[in-house]
């Protein structure tokens, strides 16, 4: 490792930004991050300044971004996983770490890593077990491959929770979309089931019918809650639900609920964004 240690992004999304700002709090000097808005001639000014504040050096390239960095984080959407993973190829080095948190199937993580392998680059399959906004880098991880462990002992002193769970790949993976597949379903049924309700003006009957149902849940704040979570990211998860429902297909497991799960966050991102709108134009 080089001194001072020095980390990069490729994305610069929720994640990227609030790591960002937790690995700077934690002490490293040097961090760079490249996303593809950055080139965007509409967005690029904007994006690379909200960089600069933040105190991250934006990359003119990917392989700019990689070229210094000790560690490279990975953290697109699940749909852009492989296909970074092809671009990294061509950017990584040897020994150097790619930490893919990305929340893809174990398939496509398995060919992700074969390309950083590929480059003679240390590739993490990391999976992300709950919402980032709340602890930021201290989220608990799961992590696979040969080099999970020595990742851990590198990042977790900076504050990082990360879980070696297995050398192999796939496996943290197949542990994150198992949960998601049960998280975002919930999400999908919680969100239509009020928008009924709420429709009828029977809410208050439902609830408390659930409530009885499931004693200790306050679905009247949890339906508001996940309507909150769908409208913000329902565009991202329904992405991770696709990957979900590749997870099943490999697996030979009949994966349309997985999809319209899928279908049901895109759809209730574009009903709660407009809702939004909506009342924010009448105040």
């Known amino acids: 490792m080089s001194s001072p240690l020095q ?8 994640v990227g930004k609030r790591f960002a700002r937790d690995f700077l709090s934690a002490g490293v000097e040097a961090i760079v991050a490249y996303d593809i808005l950055f080139d965007d001639p509409s967005l690029a000014a904007a994006k690379r300044a909200e960089a600069q504040a933040g105190g991250v050096r934006p990359a003119a390239s990917a392989a700019d971004a990689f070229r210094d960095a000790d560690i490279v984080f990975s953290a697109v959407t699940a749909d852009a996983v492989a296909m970074v993973a092809r671009q990294a190829r061509s950017c990584a080095r040897p020994g150097q770490y790619f930490v893919d948190v990305n929340s893809a199937a174990p398939e496509t993580k398995r060919a992700a890593a074969k390309e950083l392998d590929a480059a003679g680059a240390r590739y993490i399959e990391a999976a992300v077990m709950a919402p980032i906004a709340p602890k930021g880098i201290a989220t608990p991880i799961l992590a696979g491959g040969p080099q999970a462990a020595a990742a851990a002992a590198l990042l977790n002193p900076l504050g990082m929770a990360i879980k070696p769970v297995a050398i192999e790949y796939g496996r943290a993976s197949a542990t994150k979309l198992s949960r998601s597949i049960m998280i975002k379903g919930i999400e999908a049924l919680i969100v239509d089931c009020a928008r009924a309700a709420r429709a009828w003006d ?6 408390a019918s659930l409530n009885d149902t499931f004693p200790g849940t306050d679905f009247a704040k949890l339906a508001d ?6 409208r913000q990211h329902g565009i991202r998860r329904a992405a991770e639900m696709r990957e979900a429902a590749d997870m099943l297909d490999d697996l030979g497991v009949n994966a349309d609920l997985a999809r319209a799960v899928a279908d049901a966050q895109e759809r209730g991102a574009a009903i709660n ?3 939004a709108k909506g009342t924010k134009a009448t105040t």
Request: aromatic share 14%.
């Open 273 to 275: 964004a407009d809702k």
């Open 225 to 230: 809650m996940m309507a909150g979570r769908v």
């Open 7 to 14: 980390i990069a992004f490729i994305g610069y999304g929720e």
């Open 202 to 207: 029977v809410q208050d009957d439902v609830f």
